[in-house]
């Protein structure tokens, strides 16, 4: 009798456990209200993502157009560089964009398999190559992060479903990650953010998920899930931090931003007072310094500036 | 061992619970493949979400129709979900999917299009991705190999079969006067597949992708690349090439044409203007209206034709024939094509527009010069196929007139400032051209000046020049020539002439017919100076010919083959006495010529220029005695002393004057009796009047018995030949003089025997049998 009353016992504390940990499955719509200051419509065709230069100018990737424009913050023109080719400082396709803290623009020249580096004035510096684990594909970098640790670079290679990590130089310091659906492995790496600790945040595409890594690829957290509800994601595209370490992931068939935190509970729906914000394609994202969020709208083909109310 | 109640009861709970944690392990994991299973579907299929049957509210609205006909999918071939992967972040095909042109989607198949069972279009009819794509289909390769030759296709598309399965017009495109595929005998530039071109699995075959690109089309109607000024076209039809700025660029001369498709050019393009890649009204693919007939003339007229509603550059009312077979070798060209009934070119074939002309080419020399709108074409361009400045390519065909360059009628040597009708000279039009224009003729012949005048048609033509005041106004006929402008209808009645000669006659119109008018051309062949010897080295303008040459359709020298050709009864004269070439070689006629130069008939009749009315005499007219009429004259003009028959002169030659005679019985020139009798002053045959020379003699056959030419030798005559008309007994002398006269007739030239009595004749001839 002992015994089955210690069973009893143990299966009560189970399912007060249970309850514990089941995730808040309200219905109602979690917003995080923004309000919309403006948006600019440069002539891109199809842009894929911006950076913010330290002077507050946007830095657009216009790839099929094969160029960077170059916006004021207030989104006024202020020129171009590149065109198509595989020439120095010629694109074929360009994805990905970031902007180290001393002045370098890093492209991701998906369709030339290199990173691409010019200084803020769309001069060309120099050039690497992205090692493909194929030869029959070679490799894809999307996106790239200049990290301010040891100034690494983290190139996220689509076709490989991997991170690659180069020094400056553009030798290969490590990588990880694999094609597949556990932690650590990916289904089309796409876009990146880091956070202020140097974590780096992934956006695995097929997978519905952001993961979050440490600095040298250990698995920390995986952010959102599979489907089409609040916290899920179908196609999750762009990802960014604001201030408050908040993860904003954008999805671009649902065209909607969702925010969580660094861990990945579900914070809300960026909204337009309390009701859901739909952009058209949304996939690069960026919070500046101001709360200021830039949305990237592919289909759009303009930049979304929005300031985050909550 | 015992067993209490609690100890079995214990037992029971423990395997139960174990049972149903393995039960749920197994549950949990068969739960996680499907899960799995079902995620894979639904990177596609999102409306067979779960999430869309919960009571909570989605992030996308859920749209349940099925976008097949058939009930099998729900929604998938959305283009946004395509999109979803295909915006770089799996597959980059923004640039060719997104940025450029594609194939038409959500729109409902045109009338021309049959789309087959097998790709199901959307539920309200429309054309989607899924018409063509599955990731489930036959063509659906990871990668793309080279069978399928592309991912994800329902059907494998090895050269593009799965265009030709719904576009079945355009593969038939014999039928449908479409764009030639799978053909492989033109080469495909490498450039075409550098602008995005596929290549298929033989080379230089021609697909549909050839020229379109379903996805990334960088021009309309999903072409590889912007053809509105025909670039794609002349990607390979590089030679066409050099139609652009020309005439024949309608941007310049017709910039508010359309084609046949009702396409502006700033739509069609060059190219585009005359042909259409698919259903041409005819062959070549062509896009304006067009009659029926042979392609490689029509397509011309149906804007040059006068009849045609686009009357630009007409060809006119006398333009040179078309769709004509060329029935001898030599007059097949050896540069230029000839076209088959179905405007194909052909070895043995007909002439037609495209012979001459290359119309996507204005100058055959240069690729430089393109003419341009207003400047008016010659001789070098005007999208000839070669240039006919010296008339090469007029001889291409006309080889037999290519004597003409080296003789006086080559203007552009003996007349280098004479304008034809487009007033161009003789060194632009070209020889040919100075005469003759292909297009917009002044008259038939392709007269290429003008006419005057009232004589016939074939006689203005040679009169254009030789006239007083034309360009040959050193080289006239004089006041005394040949009749013209004559049938010889009369003649034929007598049977003289043979009317089917070999030498042409003209009707009123130009045209050649067997009852025709002698004209200037009977005898001249303007084209050929030597009708026997082609002239190598053409000494330089204004020779002087003679009976050898001077564009004579026949030698007229030593023998006079031209002029027995009609005069056939005079041909006899060769090799008589009266054969000048042979018996006074050194002879000479009112023009200076030999009989050599002049031939046997030019010795005593001059064709032109003559100076001398009666017979075209070509010889001073002779002293004639009391008695004598004009024509006995010419008869003296050599039977007298110092002349070439000084030694052939007969001691009495005239009949009584005052002893008219009537020949009314003998004016037949058929007859074996045929006695001409002349008018004494104009010298023309009369019934009544007094005996001459020719009224015995015939001048041109020495023999009366035996129709034949002479012996060659210088002979002495006699009562049976000697010239004589006749030798029958029903003679014109018998008449008055009886059958003493046939014993006279010898004697008639005798002063003295000519008058003595038949019956001394008589005895004397007795005394000299014996």
Known sequence: MTALRRIYFHLILLFLF????????????????????????????????????????????????????????????KFDFGKEGTGSGWFKYPLGIDISNDGKVFIADSGNHRIQVFDLKGKYLYKFNVESESNAYGSDPVDIIASRLKDYLYVADNENHNIKVYNRKGDLQFKWGKFGEEYSEFRYPGIMTANEYNEIFVVDVLNTRVQKFEPFGKFIASIGSWGVLQGNFFRPKGVTLDKYNRVFVSDGYMGVIQA????????????????????DYPVGIHIDKNNRLYVVEMKGNKITVLKIVD | MTYTPYKIKERILLFSLIITTILFTVISQAFALEVSSKRDCVVCHIMWLDDFRTDQETLVDFQPSNVLMKDTQGVVSSEKICFSCHDGYVKDSRYITWKYNRHPVFVKPSKNITVPPELPLSVK??????????????????????????????????????????????????????????????????????????????????????????????????????????????????KQKSLINTKHDLRLTLPDEKNLKDQPLSESGPCGACHTPHKGATQKLWARPFKKGNPASELCLSCHGDDRPYKIKGVGEFSHPIDTELTTKESMPDKLPLFAEDGSKTE???????????????DPVSLENKGGKDVEGDASNSFLRMTNISSELCLECHKSKSQLMRSDHNLAVTAPDEKNIQGFKPTVSGPCGVCHVPHNAVAKRLWAKKLSGNKDFVTQLCTTCHNKEGAAKNKLIG????????????????????????????????????????????????????????????????????ARNSFLRKTNSPSSDLCKTCHRSKAFVDGTDHDLIITRPEARNLLGQTPEESGQCGVCHLVHNGTNNIKLWARPYGKISQGEGIVDALCNSCHSKGNPAEDKIPQIASHPEKRLINNLMHNNRTRIDYAPIYDNITGKETNVGNISCPTCHNAHQWSPLH???????????????????????????????????????????????????????INNLNQEFR
């Open chain 1, 18 to 77: 249970s309850i514990l940990i089941t995730p808040d499955i309200s219905f109602a719509l979690k917003c995080i209200n923004t309000k919309f200051l403006f948006d600019m419509k440069p002539g891109a065709n199809q842009p894929s993502d911006l950076s913010i230069a330290p002077n507050g100018d946007i830095y657009l990737v216009d790839g099929v157009n094969n160029r960077i424009i170059v916006l004021g913050s207030d989104g006024r023109w």
């Open chain 1, 260 to 279: 969580f935190t660094d861990m990945g509970t579900f914070l809300g729906v960026v909204c337009k007072k309390n009701k859901k914000r739909v952009f």
């Open chain 2, 125 to 238: 009819g429309e054309i989607y991705c899924g018409t063509c794509h599955s990731a489930h289909g036959q063509g659906a390769a990871p990668k793309g190999d080279r069978e399928g030759r592309t991912a994800v296709y329902r059907e494998v598309n090895i050269d593009s079969g799965l265009c030709e399965k719904c576009h079945r017009n355009e593969a038939d495109y014999k039928r449908t006067n479409s764009h030639p595929l799978h053909r492989t005998d033109l080469k495909l530039p490498d450039k075409l597949f550098t602008l995005g071109s596929t290549k298929a699995s033989h080379k230089n075959e021609v697909i549909c992708q050839s020229c379109h690109d379903v996805h990334g089309a960088k021009g309309k109607k999903i072409l590889i690349m912007n053809n509105n000024n025909s670039e794609l076209c002349i990607t390979c039809h590089e």
């Open chain 2, 348 to 362: 043995i074939g007909r002439v037609q527009c495209f012979t001459c002309h290359d119309i996507h080419r204005w």
């Open chain 2, 479 to 546: 006041e005394y020539y040949h009749p013209v402008d004559i049938t010889l209808d009369r003649f034929s009645v007598f049977q003289v002439y043979d009317i089917t000669s070999t030498l042409p006659l003209y009707d009123s119109g130009g045209n050649i017919v067997g009852n025709g008018k002698l004209v200037c051309t009977t005898c001249h062949e303007p084209h050929i100076w030597d009708p026997n010897n082609p002239i190598i080295d053409y000494e330089g303008k204004n020779i002087e010919g003679d």
């Open chain 2, 707 to 761: 129709k034949e030419k002479g012996s060659y030798k210088n002979l002495e005559g006699n009562a049976t030949n000697s010239f004589l008309r006749n030798v029958s007994y029903n003679n014109i002398c018998i008449d008055c003089h009886g059958m003493d006269a046939l014993f006279r007739y010898k004697y008639f030239h005798d002063p003295v025997d000519r008058v003595e009595p038949a019956s001394k004749r």
